[in-house]
């Protein structure tokens, strides 16, 4: 990140955009747009202490995506470390919802946005199974609208 900047609600986690991915055109291919909201989500959770793959993987890290919505503003035309605005929308019972945003290293322009949709599953059922109250801690702690009492 070229400078540091906040946000009130949420978590900013940088992600680094390279030279292979963009296409012909000189922008960001589209599909890599996800990926790299897939990065950020995963280097988020393991921030926290999640185990996220390997043979111990935590019981939380058994999700399965649903749904991704993804609006593009405008094209990243270039390689380097952009950031990505993750916020809880809605925390279910076995669900999530994730809004995010792709910003440039400085914050001042927006690239994407939208929302990703996740379900725990229990890995033995492959069945919807109830965040941890770890994760369920963890998740309030992004909600944009604190939860209420």
């Given at each position: 990140m070229t400078e540091q900047f906040t946000v009130s609600y949420g978590a900013l986690v940088p992600v680094e955009v390279y030279w292979d991915d963009l296409d012909l055109m000189g922008t960001l291919y589209h599909p890599r747009f996800v990926a790299l909201l897939d990065r950020a989500v995963t280097a988020h959770?393991?921030?926290?202490?999640?185990?996220?793959?390997?043979?111990?993987?935590?019981?939380?890290?058994?999700?399965?995506?649903?749904?991704?919505?993804?609006?593009?503003?405008?094209?990243?035309?270039?390689?380097?470390?952009?950031?990505?605005?993750?916020?809880?929308?809605?925390?279910?019972?076995?669900?999530?919802?994730?809004?995010?945003?792709?910003?440039?290293?400085?914050?001042?322009?927006?690239?994407?946005?939208?929302?990703?949709?996740?379900?725990?599953?229990?890995?033995?059922?492959?069945q919807p199974a109830p965040w941890t109250a770890r994760a369920r801690a963890d998740i309030e702690e992004l909600l944009r609208e604190p939860a209420q009492v």
């Amino acid at each position: 990140m070229t400078e540091q900047f906040t946000v009130s609600y949420g978590a900013l986690v940088p992600v680094e955009v390279y030279w292979d991915d963009l296409d012909l055109m000189g922008t960001l291919y589209h599909p890599r747009f996800v990926a790299l909201l897939d990065r950020a989500v995963t280097a988020h959770w393991a921030s926290k202490g999640y185990r996220l793959s390997g043979r111990r993987l935590d019981e939380d890290g058994y999700q399965l995506l649903r749904e991704v919505a993804i609006t593009f503003d405008r094209p990243i035309t270039d390689f380097g470390t952009v950031v990505m605005h993750l916020w809880a929308e809605k925390a279910g019972t076995t669900s999530m919802v994730l809004g995010f945003r792709l910003l440039s290293g400085d914050g001042a322009e927006e690239y994407a946005h939208g929302h990703r949709v996740s379900i725990k599953i229990d890995p033995r059922t492959k069945q919807p199974a109830p965040w941890t109250a770890r994760a369920r801690a963890d998740i309030e702690e992004l909600l944009r609208e604190p939860a209420q009492v």
